[in-house]
């Protein structure tokens, strides 16, 4: 470490969030997912070391600054500059190069592979469970970067009592600057723009996303967002309660579906039991839906397209994850890492 890289890690010290992220990541381990997003190996795009421009994308997507405000702050503030590995002398990517980058990532379809990274270290660290006793999964509306051109009539989004696989009714019309963002009604309210999917464990820590167009139906996506779950039970809302899904935890997960009501079958007491034990359980998911939303810029996409979308989706889960991880450990004075 340099001088003004000591001196900075000194000023800013060992309780700040970013100084505890890096020391818990052991970096190299991201190389060969970035490489391989990449399509080559060796530096990033302009010569600059691709762990270098990942932890700028970080920055950038945590505190939602465009890349030439993202350039600019890499300038002056220290403890971007901490983070990044950049000192006084060394030159700062410009928005350029961090455009590039971010899109051979998306190209290259790796941000999927960096959440699971994440993931594995968090494990490796203690911090979170192996198998977690239950996996909650459940969506959330992500409004479109594009305002719509003009008004349609708007899908209406399925309400939890109807039948879990009728998809919405698809829109006559549609003019956006976004080809694959949807219209989608809920409650009172038309939004364009997309779905996104998100498993997480009883402690929050998310290990999967997925993204949709808006109008596409919740159930469908049941599967694969079980897919990989090694949880005894998976829990979700009355959204996924359908015969399918649940032949499709038989054998694999304890069901932790909500019961549904159906037209001249109300619910058992025992039922209702089940459904209140169940909700009191999956708060953990809308309180990740609400941290990626509030902290990591979640509420509305920086960018046209369901890929660019995910990515976006992807990079808020590592940080709500390194940020529940963060939280959790305190680092001696002057230790520079712990991974």
Sequence with gaps: MDLFLREAADRIGDDDVLSKIDALMDWRSFSPILERGLGRSGAGPAGYDPLVLFKCLLIGQWHGLSDPKLERALKVRLDFMLFCGLDLHAPVPDETTHCRFRGALVRGGVYDALLAEVCRQIEAHGLKLKEAEAAIIDATLIEAAARPRTHIDAPQDRAEDEAPDDPPDAPEMHFSADPDARWVKKGRKSTLGYKGFARCDEEGF??????????????????HMITGAR???????KAYASRKNRDLLRGKHRDGILRKAARGRPLRASEKRFNRLISKRRFRIEQCFGTMKRLFCLHRARYFGRAKTHAQLALAAIGQNLLKAANKITLPPQTPAIA
């Design 206 to 223: 998310i290990d999967k996303v997925h993204t949709t167009p808006a109008n596409r139906a919740e159930s469908p996506e049941f599967g």
């Design 231 to 237: 949880a005894q039970r998976v829990l979700a809302d």
